[in-house]
Each structure stands twice: as C-alpha cells, then as structure tokens.
Nanobody
C-alpha cells in the first residue's frame, strides 16, 4: 500500500497551488481520504477529508472557502486545490487513507488514518 503525494512548492501569498496524491495497493473506493499538514514545531492537523464517494467533505476552519478537496476513484487519486494562500499555510502536507472507513463516518483525527504519504512541502512567502 502506497500513497505518493506531489505538487508542493514555493509560492507567493495570494497564489494557488494544487496537490495530488496517487494511491496504489489499496481498495481506494472504500477508503476515506484526507490531507493533513504539519508546520514547524506544530502538530499534524487536518486540512480536509473526503468520503468514499466524494459526496461529503470536511475542512479545517482556517482553510474553508480557500481549499477544495476532490477525488477520482477511477484514477485512485485525491487532490487538494489551494487558493488565496497565506504564509501561515506553510507546512508539509500529507495525504492519508482510512481503509476501514464506513459510509456514515468521515474521520478527522490523524489516528483514524492507516496509511500516509511521504509529505510534500508548501512554502508561502509574503
């Protein structure tokens, strides 16, 4: 089972960037997917999570209205479109999969996720 994240980089405040995560070796359509981030000296926090079908998403209050999570079950990918970026969005972003996800629950805690990608760094300059 592997998650491969890509798309990070250095941008200016107000810019947009898109992260992608490709999954292999798991039943993607039965997995809840999420993006977490961890800034310097901080804990790993939820950015966004998306249900198995993609019909339900949850966002951290700090990114609502600026970020959008989406998934393509046929291609086994999950993406995070990030807009109006701010310096405080600077962090390593991780995609994660909960392959025991049930239909009626969308977990937001890191401990609920079974598989993690390697992380991709996003740096936002003011």
């Amino acid at each position: 089972v592997q998650l491969q994240a890509s798309g990070g980089g250095s941008v200016q405040a107000g810019d947009s960037i898109r992260l992608s995560c490709a999954a292999s070796g798991l039943n993607f359509g039965r997995s809840c997917m999420a993006w977490f981030r961890q800034g310097p000296g901080e804990e790993r926090d939820l950015v966004a999570a998306i249900s198995r079908s993609g019909s339900w998403a949850e966002y951290a209050n700090t990114v609502k209205g600026r970020f959008t999570i989406s998934r393509d079950n046929a291609r086994k990918t999950v993406s995070l479109q990030m807009g109006n970026l701010k310096p405080e969005d600077t962090a390593i972003y991780y995609c994660a999969a909960d392959y025991n996800c049930i239909l009626s629950h969308l977990p937001t805690e890191p401990t609920a996720y079974d598989v993690w990608g390697q992380g991709t760094l996003v740096t936002v300059s003011s």
